[in-house]
């Protein structure tokens, strides 16, 4: 059974940092690249950052660059998010997301990120 566990999420303050971490199961977690979206209110699920491949091409949304930074261990299935000068713009449900480079997609739940000013 294929699943994507989210966590990390919570209240911070503007300006201030927190870490997600995604821990996936049941696919063979290197194969696959790996991203955080996010959907914050009233608005479209929006890419906030991707790793490809595995040699380690990163793309980010233009929102969060130089304040985000993804990572990955393969050896624990699991791939990170780093949110640093959090603003409450960053407020959103982030979604882990996986893809075999073709017609496999998984989701995580999400876990819901709150900036306060």
Known sequence: QVRLEESGGGVVHAGGSLRLSCTASGFVFSGYAMSWYRQRPGQKRELV???RRADGEIEY???VKGRFTIDRDDAQNTVYLEMKALKSD???VYYC???NYGPL???GQGTQVTVSE
Do not use: K, P, R
Request: glycine content about 14%; proline content about 0%.
């Open 49 to 51: 950052a991707g790793l």
């Open 61 to 63: 949304g233009d929102a």
């Open 105 to 107: 997609i998984y989701w």
């Open 90 to 92: 960053d407020t959103a």
């Open 97 to 99: 997301h996986a893809w």
